[in-house]
């Protein structure tokens, strides 16, 4: 397998990469674009589809160059994908028709919650395994019918192609209207058991199957990639963002727990092929669809974590970038008192809570610079608590240690605070890109190079064992009391 190479590509909520692995996971080279996001609105949360395109196609195409170059085999290619955002095209054109509606978006709060007043939820959660939240996608899809002007009249000429990230990047890159299992059982439209779109749901929503794309296994033959005067690349691997990171963490054993430290933080329980019960706090999902068959995952999502210490440097200008606040968090033992909930956005897993808004607690005079940012470092860690206590409540079984990565993972502070608060051994992946790595991963099944085996634990080179401080019980309880402060603060 000499000068034989894997390409992902990493399409996040504000940056897109396109990586060069070899087959034993050392990046070779990565090349990124920045894609900004909009806010038009208090709680909505939009994107310019084109401009998520063009960042993709400029860092692929920068990628395969470099290939070239070094005389590098690319063997297959890999996807992975910001979940739950939608886009809504012409299916012939391929023209964006409406911008796209992040995951983090809240402005479908009142249609949720009119579809919990019917009586809906608990139907839908046991279809989807998910709970009836503006997150999800279907909501997003049926107001951009409602909405949006050009999308209804798309949807009149039979022209109308809606989708998740992934589904909006195959069409442009492979020319087909598709989607990969993983993001399917994102969307609130996919029947976990069936595998596939579920008539039902597609009623309740308004939503006609043609306008949805054809949904394939995370290892299957999607099409090929071909820019101008360069070789044309299978992909053969395509995976949500966190179900990749599950893989490239080597979680392939039922309770094997992984948390990515990105715009959020999305906690993730390995299931193995039977269904879990997610009751009410947490979600059951795909983890993955191979040619072994399916396989659920347990996983609690929080909407704050690289987009809350992003909002310190850029808007508060606390210090100018992740290692100026890593420094700040530093110089203090701890918050002086000060909680901040980040419910910027409401609140994900365990609350649910759309209508929270965010509430810093317990300022005085003596609060500076450095306790604001230790209080946004321990809201990260309290709120993975909170999720990895939902887990360990509702399986009965407890989480014997947390696999860690994505940016803020890289802080030692922020680390031990989560060892501490979760009571449990955090390990750092020694694999930094475990996304991509885990896209790159399924796409080496899907091209026949390796099977899914091939991704266990990596040895972890950092851990951070958990102390028993005598005052973490009663941070644990204040915290939640600060939580339920901002609850229902929107009205």
């Given at each position: 397998m000499k000068n034989t190479s894997i390409l992902s590509i990493d399409a996040g909520t504000t940056s897109v990469r396109a990586l060069l692995f070899d087959v034993h996971g050392k990046v070779l080279a990565e090349f990124r674009r920045a894609v900004p996001l909009d806010f038009p609105q208090n709680g909505w949360v939009e994107q310019s589809p084109g401009q998520l395109w063009q960042a993709v196609y400029e860092s692929l195409e920068q990628a395969l160059q470099f290939a070239r170059n070094q005389n590098l085999e690319v063997a297959c290619a890999g996807l992975t994908n910001q979940r739950e955002t939608v886009v809504a095209w012409n299916k012939t054109t391929g023209r964006a028709l409406a911008p796209a509606i992040v995951?983090?978006?809240?402005?479908?709060?009142?249609?949720?919650?009119?579809?919990?007043?019917?009586?809906?939820?608990?139907?839908?959660?046991?279809?989807?395994?998910?709970?009836?939240?503006?997150?999800?996608?279907?909501?997003?899809?049926?107001?951009?019918?409602?909405?949006?002007?050009?999308?209804?009249?798309?949807?009149?000429q039979e022209q109308l192609a809606l989708g998740t990230v992934d589904s909006w990047l195959m069409f442009q890159l492979l020319g087909r209207h598709l989607s990969e299992a993983s993001n399917a059982s994102r969307t609130s439209l996919y029947n976990l058991e069936l595998g596939s779109w579920d008539p039902a749901l597609l009623n309740v929503w308004n939503i006609h199957p043609n306008w949805l794309p054809e949904i394939m296994p995370s290892d299957a033959a999607f099409g090929s990639?071909?820019?101008?005067?360069?070789?044309?690349?299978?992909?053969?691997?395509?995976?949500?963002?966190?179900?990749?990171?599950?893989?490239?963490?080597?979680?392939?054993?039922?309770?094997?727990?992984?948390?990515?430290?990105?715009?959020?933080?999305?906690?993730?329980?390995?299931?193995?092929?039977?269904?879990?019960?997610?009751?009410?706090a947490l979600l059951s999902t795909l983890a993955w669809e191979t040619q072994q068959g399916r396989f659920?995952?347990?996983?609690?999502?929080?909407?704050?974590?690289?987009?809350?210490?992003?909002?310190?440097?850029?808007?508060?200008?606390?210090?100018?970038?992740?290692?100026?606040?890593?420094?700040?968090a530093e110089s203090v033992s701890n918050s002086g008192g000060v909680i901040l909930v980040p419910a910027f956005?409401?609140?994900?897993?365990?609350?649910?809570?759309?209508?929270?808004?965010?509430?810093?607690?317990?300022?005085?005079?003596?609060?500076?610079?450095?306790?604001?940012?230790?209080?946004?470092?321990?809201?990260?860690?309290?709120?993975?608590?909170?999720?990895?206590?939902?887990?360990?409540?509702?399986?009965?079984?407890?989480?014997?240690?947390?696999?860690?990565?994505?940016?803020?993972?890289?802080?030692?502070?922020?680390?031990?605070r989560q060892a501490d608060l979760a009571g449990m051994p955090v390990l750092r992946s020694p694999i930094l890109e475990s996304t991509a790595w885990g896209a790159a991963i399924m796409?080496?099944?899907?091209?026949?190079?390796?099977?899914?085996?091939?991704?266990?634990?990596?040895?972890?080179?950092?851990?951070?064992?958990?102390?028993?401080?005598?005052?973490?019980?009663?941070?644990?309880?204040?915290?939640?009391?600060?939580?339920?402060?901002?609850?229902d603060w929107k009205g």
């Open positions: 995951w983090q978006d809240r402005r479908t709060t009142e249609s949720c919650e009119a579809l919990k007043q019917k009586g809906l939820e608990s139907e839908i959660r046991q279809r989807t395994g998910l709970g009836l939240d503006p997150y999800f996608s279907a909501g997003k899809m049926a107001w951009l019918l409602e909405n949006q002007p050009e999308v209804k009249r798309a949807a009149e990639i071909a820019l101008p005067g360069l070789p044309k690349i299978p992909l053969t691997g395509v995976l949500g963002d966190q179900q990749a990171s599950l893989l490239g963490q080597g979680c392939l054993n039922a309770g094997d727990t992984k948390n990515t430290y990105g715009t959020g933080c999305f906690i993730m329980q390995q299931a193995g092929r039977v269904r879990p019960d997610s009751g009410k659920y995952a347990l996983e609690g999502s929080v909407f704050m974590a690289g987009a809350l210490l992003n909002w310190l440097s850029d808007e508060l200008h606390l210090a100018d970038s992740m290692a100026g606040l890593n420094a700040l956005t409401g609140l994900g897993a365990p609350y649910w809570s759309p209508r929270a808004r965010g509430t810093w607690l317990g300022i005085n005079a003596g609060t500076g610079k450095a306790e604001l940012v230790r209080s946004a470092f321990d809201a990260i860690a309290q709120q993975t608590a909170d999720v990895l206590d939902s887990m360990q409540a509702l399986t009965g079984i407890p989480t014997r240690a947390l696999w860690v990565d994505g940016g803020a993972s890289a802080s030692d502070v922020l680390m031990q796409a080496g099944q899907g091209a026949g190079l390796w099977s899914l085996e091939r991704a266990g634990n990596p040895n972890s080179t950092s851990v951070f064992s958990p102390s028993n401080a005598t005052e973490l019980p009663a941070e644990r309880q204040s915290w939640k009391r600060a939580v339920q402060v901002c609850q």
